[in-house]
């Protein structure tokens, strides 16, 4: 049974950084991409960033390029997002998310975490 858990998320101030967790069991997880979705109040998902089941390729959405950093280790079977420079309007429920293929850049997700909720305010 697929298991996606997120960890990290919590209050910060405008220009902060968070690292955030998810925690991966219950499949072999270096066999297929990753991303993180988000989902503000009243608005619904976002895609943010993706990585492919290596590691080595990975793509952003527009408005966290040069903000955020998507990893992951596999032999921990573990993804990470770095979010430097947060803004009041990152604010949101962080979900993690499985890709059905191991390439980046698909978006096709078959499995989700709970979420994490991130506030970003002063």
């Known amino acids: 049974q697929v298991q996606l858990v997120e960890s990290g998320g919590g209050l910060v101030q405008p220009g902060g950084s968070l690292r955030l967790s998810c925690a991966a069991s219950?499949?072999?997880?270096?066999?297929?991409?990753m991303s993180w979705v988000r989902q503000a109040p009243g608005k619904g998902r976002e895609w943010v960033a993706n990585i492919n089941s290596g590691g080595g390729i990975t793509y952003y959405a527009d408005s966290v390029v040069g903000r955020f950093t998507i990893s992951r280790d596999n032999a921990k079977n573990t993804l990470y997002l770095k979010m430097n420079s947060l803004k009041p309007e990152d604010t949101a429920v962080y979900y993690c998310?499985?890709?059905?293929?191991?390439?980046?850049?698909?978006?096709?997700?078959?499995?989700w975490g709970q979420g994490t909720q991130v506030t970003v305010s002063s």
């Open positions: 219950g499949f072999y997880f270096s066999s297929y991409a």
């Open positions: 998310a499985k890709d059905s293929t191991p390439r980046a850049g698909v978006h096709e997700y078959d499995s």
